[in-house]
């Protein structure tokens, strides 16, 4: 066996890369990845070059984080675009809008998340809510989430089952209930507060840009 080739593989098994044994020894990389691209532990010390490179290096991890903000603003601007052009179709709708205004007024709008949640204590608000999800946004209905906030005193299941009745939608859909302890032990209504919530950040962006938009449009009539 050639000579720089002993301590090319001497080098190669400490650990060292292609191009350091080449400013070691003078041996072109070709001819380094021919004596060493079927030796299985070579592969694994590639691996391992490849696994530190990536989360060493500054550079490569400015560039990937740069990357993923850019694919993020597209793809966020895309939806935007596209609810913009639905919104045309949609706003005549009554339901359309009716939806807008709840989530305008109850709902999450903090983007950081993917949550399109609201929560009253009305039970025709949640029921107005959750078709609007269904009918306009196409959100299936076993994507849909219900979970309860009830006082002491009120009975888990059977809330579930007046909600369910009154929302048209089965228990299996509601998770895990809240316990609290109203601020006045009489001054409070008798069916707690619900929370309806699926989890889709497309749907997130797209509601929000409809609530500017209906905004845009009150603006130009009030």
């Known amino acids: 066996m050639r000579k720089d080739k002993e301590k090319a593989i001497e080098l190669r098994r400490l650990g060292w890369s292609y191009k350091q044994i080449r400013t ?14 079927r030796e299985s532990w070579s ?14 290096n500054p550079e490569k991890i400015k ?12 793809t966020h601007q895309l939806w935007r675009e596209e609810a913009t052009a639905e919104f045309m179709t949609l706003k005549s709708n009554h339901l359309f809008t009716a939806g807008l205004m ?19 204590s009305d039970p025709e608000m949640i029921r107005i809510f959750n078709s609007f999800l ?4 196409g959100v299936p209905k076993e994507k ?17 089952n ?12 509601f998770t895990k209930s809240s316990v609290i302890r109203g601020r006045h032990p009489t001054k409070r209504n008798s069916y707690g507060v619900c929370v309806i919530r699926t989890s889709n950040i497309r749907l997130k962006e797209k509601v929000l840009t409809w609530i500017k ?3 845009k449009d009150f603006r130009t009539i009030i």
């Open 24 to 37: 070691e020894l003078g041996i072109p990389i070709a001819t380094l990845s021919d004596w060493f691209r």
């Open 43 to 56: 592969y694994e010390i590639k691996n391992k070059l490849t696994s530190e490179t990536s989360l060493t």
């Open 63 to 74: 560039l990937m984080v740069a990357a993923t903000k850019e694919r993020y603003r597209k």
């Open 102 to 120: 709840l989530y305008w007024g109850e709902g999450d709008k903090q983007l950081k998340n993917s949550n399109v949640s609201l929560s009253n």
């Open 134 to 137: 269904i009918a306009i946004c």
């Open 144 to 160: 849909i989430r219900l979970s309860l906030i009830l006082y002491p005193d009120l009975v888990d299941s059977v809330q579930k």
């Open 162 to 173: 007046l909600w369910s009745k009154l929302t048209d939608m089965p228990t299996s859909n």
């Open 213 to 215: 938009l209906c905004q």
